[in-house]
């Protein structure tokens, strides 16, 4: 049986309103989405640990082309663009993955390391592809709290849907020397967590 969550948060007057006329979304382990009649979604946080986290990463990347853009936040919400497209892993079910979809995907890691971050990792359902795919992420999370450094769970999704291997083999054509630092640990990480 789920639990029921209660997510409790002081709006101004404003923001009550558009909260009247908001849709919504879905929620996660971490919180509550809404879209807003503005088109942008508040996401609504349960815990202020998460919340601490996901706008600390979000402030830090707000130049990248990868992150969404923040409207505004307040304790424990953060008003931010709508991502639209299709989450990475449904994407590939339906049209594979294509030599310019991985390379999106090693700019995204390639874009961790220089933000410095510590967790150099995402899930496939995190990341959304848009038109020409160009892609971006929607739940930023333990970026800099958690050290992975190599991107394990993104790996692991690419070989859920049999397409590890074709990644890896664009990685290598494009980054030896990233693609040598990687496949001993993806391989590793796979021979003890794939059952």
Known sequence: MDSIKAYCVNFDEH??????????????????????????????????????DEINI????????????????????IIRELIPGEPLDKYIKKHGLSE???????????EFKKLKFKRIDIRCKDIY?????????????????????????????????????????????RDKGLYDEWKEKIFNYLENNIK
């Open 100 to 110: 310019t979809l991985s390379n999106k995907l090693i700019d995204l890691l390639l």
């Open 129 to 173: 592809v848009q038109n020409e795919h160009s892609i971006k992420i929607i739940d930023p999370k333990n970026h800099y709290r958690k050290t992975v450094d190599y991107p394990r769970h993104l790996m692991k999704g690419l070989y859920n849907r049999r397409c590890l291997y074709t990644f890896l083999n664009h990685l290598n054509k």
């Open 58 to 77: 979000l402030k830090k990347s707000q130049k990248s082309i990868f992150f969404p853009k923040i409207k505004s936040y307040g304790e424990r919400y």
């Open 15 to 52: 923001l009550e309103k558009l909260m009247k006329k908001s849709v919504f979304i879905g929620k996660g382990h971490n919180g509550i989405v809404f879209l807003l009649p503005d088109g942008n979604i508040i996401k609504i946080f349960e815990k202020n640990k998460i919340w601490e």
